[in-house]
């Protein structure tokens, strides 16, 4: 169950549309894991200084369940992330920054208990 969260300093005006659609697509394609598990926020417009600069860039925080866990997973995450991000909103990939954080399943609420006691599908 993947959450990912994109925070840029980018007006909502100049993300293309679709965006959304677009990244959740691509993050459970690139994680192995169903689309419809995959939960994403986009937040534009944010005041943001990435390496000590105000322009325009973006942060993505990408936690999930088992796969995120070794730098040799995160390695090829990365590459097709930031595939995507520089295409999609037309930064150098020294304007993007991606974190990842593994979680456990006792960490995810959902269905009034915990992943760790669910069948998901």
């Known amino acids: 169950m993947p959450t990912i969260e994109l925070d840029t300093n980018l007006p909502a005006n100049r993300l293309p549309a679709g965006l959304e659609k677009r990244l959740c697509a691509a993050a459970a394609a690139i994680l192995g894991k169903p689309e419809h598990h995959v939960n994403l926020t986009v937040r534009p417009g944010l005041t943001m200084s990435l390496f000590g600069s105000t322009?325009?860039?973006?942060?993505?925080?990408?936690?999930?369940?088992?796969?995120?866990?070794?730098?040799?997973?995160?390695?090829?995450?990365?590459?097709?992330?930031f595939q995507f991000l520089t295409k999609e909103l037309a930064l150098g990939q020294d304007r993007i920054l991606i974190r990842f954080y593994p979680v456990e399943p006792w960490q995810i609420g959902k269905d009034g208990t915990v992943v760790t006691f669910l069948q998901l599908t």
């Open 55 to 81: 322009e325009p860039c973006a942060q993505l925080l990408v936690s999930s369940i088992g796969v995120v866990g070794t730098a040799e997973e995160n390695r090829g995450h990365s590459a097709r992330l």
